[in-house]
């Protein structure tokens, strides 16, 4: 237990070594023992109290509990203000003489230090720092404490020269985006200068060229507005001799050869159903049915199919010009 112990000169040995190591900013405070070391990075925080004021005011049966408490809960280092080695601190301040204080810390102080070293490694220099100065109230002689101290130094430097690294980086590639950038603005507003050039030639040669053929293009369009009034009064007259003879030709004129009964429907006739279908059907030159459709149906829909199939099939004597008629084709069940 002689390495923990801490009567006597021992005790002020300590902050006097601490003093000595941190030179410019040791004046100002004689419990220096409790502040860790914070070499070389100029970006470290100001180090706190190794154990917090508030850990230091409790008394000594509140102190003993919680530190119990904390043992349970494996808070053996974290967090801060609320870890048993905090708490055995305090305690060892206000029973310098309680050895099992005493053996507690000692217990406590391989885990410190290994949490120590793992953040160390992931960089968190903010709780390594604290846990350093945990160590260092703890046994100011621990011969980890200089390899530690000087592990965050290095690594506070080697973390601000990658980070300065990255910086320059960052500015150098947004120095040469910026120089790319305005590399292409002025070759878009060159395509662009030339484009507009080439755009103007490309429309007086286009007016030119409507100059000189605008007395063609008129001939042009004149020849094609006769031709197209041509075409229309053709067109005219042959639609009013088409339709002459076809209002010409009652439907009276038309004689049947051959007009099929419609099929009746299989459910209409299995329920009874009678009714009757208006077709308007178009007669050809040739006596065939060209054209048909249903008017009126009652009911509808039942009989539509099967009349339109039947007057389709009809044939009539070859007529003059075409004629449309109207019949009307009724369904009646047998015995109805």
């Known amino acids: 237990m002689s390495h923990v112990k801490t009567h006597g000169p021992a005790r002020l040995f300590a902050p006097m070594i601490l003093l000595v190591a941190l030179s410019a900013c040791s004046g100002k405070d004689e419990t220096a023992p409790a502040t860790p070391a914070a070499p070389v990075a100029p970006t470290a925080a100001p180090a706190a109290p190794a154990v917090s004021a508030k850990v230091q005011s409790m008394g000594t049966e509140e102190l003993r509990e919680l530190a119990s408490k904390a043992l349970r809960e494996n808070r053996m280092y974290a967090p801060a203000g609320d870890n048993a080695i905090e708490y055995y601190l305090a305690l060892r301040d206000k029973t310098p003489d309680d050895a099992s204080v005493k053996s507690a810390l000692t217990d406590l102080l391989p885990y410190t230090l290994i949490a120590a070293e793992q953040n160390l490694g992931r960089e968190d220099f903010a709780e390594t720092q604290r846990l350093v100065a945990l160590i260092e109230k703890v046994d100011p002689t621990a011969p980890a404490l200089p390899r530690l101290k000087q592990g965050i130094s290095g690594s506070m430097q080697t973390a601000l020269k990658r980070t300065q690294e990255e910086t320059d980086k960052v500015k150098k ?3 040469s985006r ?3 950038l305005v590399e292409q603005q002025k070759l878009a507003q060159q395509q662009a200068t030339e484009a507009e ?9 286009e007016a030119a060229a409507r100059t000189d053929n605008q007395d063609t293009e008129r001939q042009a369009a004149a020849r094609r507005e006769a031709e197209q009034r041509q075409q229309q009064a053709a067109a005219a007259q042959a639609a009013a001799a088409r ?3 076809a209002a010409a030709a009652p439907a009276s004129s038309l004689r049947p050869v051959s007009t099929p009964a419609p ?3 299989a459910d209409a006739l ?5 009714g009757e279908v208006l077709v308007e059907l178009t007669v050809g030159t040739d006596g065939s049915v060209t054209a048909a459709r249903v008017l ?4 509808a829909r039942v009989f539509d199919r099967e009349a339109l199939n039947a007057v ?9 010009a075409p004629v449309t008629t109207r019949r009307t084709l009724a369904f009646a069940p047998e015995g109805g």
């Not at 050039?197 to 040669?205: D, G, L, S």
Request: hydrophobic share 35%; no cysteine; glycine share 6%.
């Open 263 to 265: 099929r009746y429907p």
């Open 312 to 320: 389709k099939r009809w044939k009539f004597e070859p007529v003059g």
């Open 197 to 205: 050039a080439a755009k103007k030639i490309a429309a007086q040669q």
């Open 243 to 245: 339709q002459a003879p």
């Open 270 to 274: 299995r329920s009874g159903t009678a």
């Open 173 to 175: 590639d947004a120095e």
């Open 296 to 299: 009126r149906a009652t009911p």
């Open 178 to 180: 910026a120089k790319q």
